[in-house]
């Protein structure tokens, strides 16, 4: 089987009123072959009021997004509940169990990681990453928020860029949504 690798997604929040998740936007087909380098991997969902990030398999990556987005419908755009309820559906269906993706999500209130097991997750810091250079755009993240006074997009751009240095499957197409 053919196995997709895909991207590096970052979030950080400075204060209220300063939160942004960025992505990378390769889409690399098994270890030879980049598939594509524009894509679009973070997005606003429920009334621009949420932020998402996705990396991982591309399809599972859209269906969790789809799913995480009917449920913050469910519950009138509560983040932890909706993060919750769809954890809870995907360890009680078979199909749901072995999607292979992760999502960062924000909202003005909170910030989480949810993935294709059924994890979800609030991070201790006010920043976080995930995919395939995710280790390096946190590092990166980790010392430009400890240290410098960057807003929450410019150290979003900065920790992608430098994973895009470091990782083979991260590239410097970067996209990024603010809230």
């Known amino acids: 089987m053919v196995q997709f690798h895909a991207t590096t ?33 973070v997005r606003k969902i429920y009334k621009n009021q949420v932020i998402s990030g996705f990396a991982g398999s ?9 799913k995480f987005e ?7 755009g509560n983040l932890k509940r909706a993060a919750v309820d769809l954890a809870q559906l995907w360890r009680s269906d ?4 072995n999607l292979e993706a992760l999502m960062i999500v924000a909202d003005k209130d909170d910030m989480l990681v949810i993935s294709g097991t059924g994890e979800v997750i609030e ?6 990453a995930i995919g395939s250079g995710g280790n390096y755009a946190y590092a990166a993240a980790n010392a430009l928020f400890n240290h410098t006074d960057m807003s929450a997009e410019e150290i979003v751009r900065e920790s992608l860029r430098i994973a895009a240095s470091i990782c083979v499957y991260t590239n ?6 603010k809230l």
């Open 70 to 76: 009917s449920k913050l419908e469910e519950h009138s």
């Open 172 to 177: 410097d197409n970067i996209s990024v949504e």
């Open 9 to 41: 997604i970052c979030a950080v929040r400075r204060g209220p009123d300063d939160i942004c998740i960025g992505g990378d936007g390769q889409v690399t087909m098994g270890e030879t072959a980049i598939m594509k380098n524009g894509a679009k991997k």
């Open 58 to 66: 591309v399809a599972d990556a859209f269906s969790l997004t789809e």
């Open 123 to 128: 991070p201790d810091q006010q920043f976080v």
């Open 94 to 97: 078979r199909g749901m169990r």
